[in-house]
């Protein structure tokens, strides 16, 4: 056989089409990561003001105008105020300032991501050092010491998401990237809740007790990952549903290319360009990453909306899996001679 002809045996079309994709898909992931953060600025950080009379709205018209629109600030009536809006993460920080003296007191929450609270830190200590005053960081929400960088619930909700479509993956390969009927989705779906529950009780132990990374609620931390590993794993069941072993390149460009990198783990979400700021929330790993946090540091406020995010996902993917199997089932029936009043005996039929 001449090697054109072993080159066309070799590689089909199907096989072209989905080096082509891979390719792709390999192209994505680069621009995807290095365009979010490759060159991270604060843009629009919600941020507090507190000072007395008109200095709080002097400082606040002051911070609006930076140059790069770094902060949006507001004016709050007190430290309570700043301190209550930080924990149920309003905003990102706050500046107490004091006309009396020369210190102000910036407050900051590490526990929503160090970068962000580091370049606030950075960037009020530049502004009063311009007018001869000091600033004194008090940490409301601090990272704990055992959670460098506060990435460690960012790591967490891409460990159960690479969980969830691995197993959705595994479970197409091993039988098919269709379901053929609906009790075959059913049963997929089902070891998608067994694995879902049983990984995320798994990493809450592994990043809690074990390794101390991640203080809060274990049970908590439980139910997340039980979640975003079910959700993932229903939304790659019905991308292979709807476009076979394709769906599993469609799982990793939604969840891995589009997610992780505005997920707000390496650098909240203020300091990401605007595609991404936008999508992040929208997204698994950047809702996950959200309540993972909130969980361990802010006592587990403003969660609903990315918990009904993940919720709608795992929906999707339910619906989107049993339609189209039964479709699927429809179809293949509706396809066959009904050859019910056959009968057949030794190679021959009688029609009776």
């Given at each position: 056989?001449?090697?054109?002809?072993?080159?066309?045996?070799?590689?089909?079309?199907?096989?072209?089409?989905?080096?082509?994709?891979?390719?792709?898909?390999?192209?994505?992931?680069?621009?995807?990561?290095?365009?979010?953060?490759?060159?991270?600025?604060?843009?629009?950080v919600?941020?507090?003001?507190?000072?007395p009379?008109?200095?709080?709205e002097?400082?606040?018209?002051?911070?609006?105008?930076?140059?790069?629109?770094?902060?949006?600030?507001?004016?709050?009536?007190?430290?309570?105020?700043a301190?209550h809006?930080?924990?149920?993460?309003?905003?990102?920080?706050?500046?107490?300032?004091?006309?009396?003296?020369?210190?102000?007191?910036?407050?900051?929450?590490?526990?929503?991501?160090?970068?962000?609270?580091?370049?606030?830190?950075?960037?009020?200590?530049?502004?009063?050092?311009?007018q001869?005053?000091?600033?004194?960081?008090?940490?409301?929400?601090?990272?704990?010491?055992?959670?460098?960088?506060?990435?460690?619930?960012?790591?967490?909700?891409?460990?159960?998401?690479?969980?969830?479509?691995?197993?959705?993956?595994?479970?197409?390969?091993?039988?098919?990237?269709?379901?053929?009927?609906?009790?075959?989705?059913?049963?997929r779906?089902?070891?998608?809740?067994?694995?879902?529950?049983?990984?995320?009780?798994?990493?809450?132990?592994?990043?809690?007790?074990?390794?101390?990374?991640?203080?809060?609620?274990?049970?908590?931390?439980?139910?997340?990952?039980?979640?975003?590993?079910?959700?993932?794993?229903?939304?790659?069941?019905?991308?292979?549903?709807?476009?076979?072993?394709v769906?599993?390149?469609?799982?990793?460009?939604?969840?891995?290319?589009?997610?992780?990198?505005?997920?707000?783990?390496a650098?909240?979400?203020?300091?990401?360009?605007?595609?991404?700021?936008?999508?992040?929330?929208?997204l698994?790993?950047?809702a996950?990453?959200?309540?993972?946090?909130?969980i361990?540091?802010?006592?587990?406020n403003?969660?609903?909306?990315?918990?009904?995010?993940?919720?709608?996902?795992?929906?999707?993917?339910?619906?989107?899996?049993?339609?189209?199997?039964?479709?699927?089932?429809?179809?293949?029936?509706?396809?066959?001679?009904?050859?019910?009043?056959?009968?057949?005996?030794?190679?021959?039929?009688?029609?009776?």
């Amino acid at each position: 056989m001449r090697f054109a002809d072993e080159l066309k045996s070799a590689v089909t079309p199907r096989a072209a089409l989905l080096v082509i994709g891979v390719l792709a898909l390999q192209l994505l992931f680069i621009a995807s990561y290095v365009g979010a953060l490759h060159n991270p600025k604060p843009r629009d950080v919600p941020f507090g003001v507190v000072a007395p009379g008109a200095a709080a709205e002097q400082t606040a018209d002051k911070l609006k105008k930076l140059p790069g629109d770094p902060l949006d600030p507001r004016v709050l009536k007190d430290e309570a105020a700043a301190r209550h809006q930080i924990m149920n993460r309003d905003i990102d920080g706050a500046l107490l300032v004091d006309p009396r003296g020369t210190t102000d007191t910036l407050l900051v929450a590490s526990g929503g991501g160090t970068a962000l609270s580091g370049v606030l830190s950075t960037l009020t200590t530049d502004i009063d050092a311009a007018q001869k005053r000091t600033v004194n960081t008090v940490d409301v929400a601090p990272a704990s010491n055992q959670d460098f960088d506060g990435l460690s619930s960012f790591y967490l909700v891409v460990g159960w998401c690479v969980g969830g479509y691995l197993c959705a993956s595994i479970l197409a390969i091993s039988a098919g990237s269709r379901a053929s009927n609906v009790p075959r989705a059913v049963i997929r779906l089902g070891t998608m809740a067994l694995y879902a529950i049983v990984g995320g009780l798994g990493g809450a132990i592994i990043i809690g007790p074990i390794l101390g990374a991640l203080p809060g609620s274990v049970l908590g931390l439980w139910g997340l990952g039980a979640l975003v590993i079910f959700g993932v794993g229903a939304v790659t069941l019905a991308l292979q549903a709807l476009t076979g072993i394709v769906g599993i390149g469609l799982a990793v460009l939604l969840v891995v290319i589009g997610g992780n990198p505005s997920a707000g783990g390496a650098f909240p979400l203020p300091m990401l360009p605007p595609f991404w700021e936008a999508i992040g929330p929208w997204l698994q790993p950047g809702a996950g990453t959200w309540v993972a946090r909130s969980i361990a540091y802010f006592d587990g406020n403003s969660i609903t909306r990315p918990l009904l995010v993940l919720s709608a996902w795992a929906v999707l993917g339910v619906v989107v899996t049993l339609a189209l199997s039964a479709r699927r089932r429809t179809t293949y029936n509706s396809g066959n001679l009904d050859l019910s009043g056959t009968n057949y005996s030794s190679g021959s039929s009688r029609f009776g």
